[in-house]
Antibody, heavy 122, light 110 residues
């Protein structure tokens, strides 16, 4: 059974750094890209970026590039999302999800973590 | 970049059929996938590819495409289908591929 277990809720101050995690199990970690998705309070889903765990290649939405970093630790089968300097506007729920390929060359997200709530407030 | 558009909200009577649309130029070449999200829960994949359902998703959920519009149909809606539904597809045909979600449709079951 595929499982994606995210780290717990975080409360931080503006300017602080943060790394949240997504521990996966139940499949070969390097076989599937992992995507991070943001959901701000009361709002929709936003695609942030994704990583290929086999070689750590990443691509980011222009809306997030330069502000977050996605990485993996292969031996720990864990993906990470990190910020070096948080802003209040980073307060949101963050989800990791496993990518799978459909027949048209597009990826869909077939398994999701439970979400990590990040609150940034002074 | 591409954009996906969805109606903000639709309602359906219990047991009836509802179809949700997701429109975007990119959908003429790539499939959309569909996600159900209930309050306080993570999104759940319900439809992917041409019209495929993950294991455990009831067959009352189906997908289709016509031109640049993808559709999610719930046939015989049940109370537990009340949720937000998001489509997702590629954001343009460039490289590396980026992805985008539609704004979501809130489905109310009356």
């Amino acid at each position: 059974e595929v499982q994606m277990v995210q780290s717990g809720a975080e409360m931080k101050k503006p300017g602080e750094s943060l790394r949240i995690s997504c521990k996966v199990s139940g499949y070969t970690f390097t076989n599937n890209w992992i995507t991070w998705v943001r959901q701000m309070p009361g709002k929709g889903l936003e695609w942030m970026g994704r990583i290929d765990p086999s070689d750590s290649y990443t691509n980011y939405s222009p809306s997030f590039e330069g502000h977050v970093t996605i990485s993996v630790d292969k031996p720990r089968t864990t993906a990470y999302l990190q910020w070096s300097s948080l802003k209040a506007s980073d307060s949101a729920m963050y989800y990791c999800a496993r990518n799978a390929l459909d027949g048209s060359g597009s990826f869909f997200l077939d398994s999701w973590g439970q979400g990590t709530l990040v609150t940034v407030s002074s | 970049s591409s954009e996906l558009t969805q109606d903000p909200a639709v309602s359906v009577a219990l047991g009836q059929t509802v179809t949700i649309a997701c429109q975007g130029d990119i959908l003429s070449g790539y499939y959309a996938s569909w996600y159900q999200q209930k309050p306080g829960q993570a999104p759940l994949l319900v439809i992917y590819g041409q019209n495929s359902r993950p294991s455990g998703i009831p067959d009352r959920f189906s997908g289709s495409r016509s031109g640049n519009t993808a559709y999610l149909t719930i046939t015989g809606a049940r109370a537990e289908d009340e949720a937000d539904y998001y489509c997702k597809s590629r954001d343009g045909s460039g490289s590396p591929p980026l992805y985008v979600f539609g704004p979501g449709t809130k489905v109310s079951v009356l």
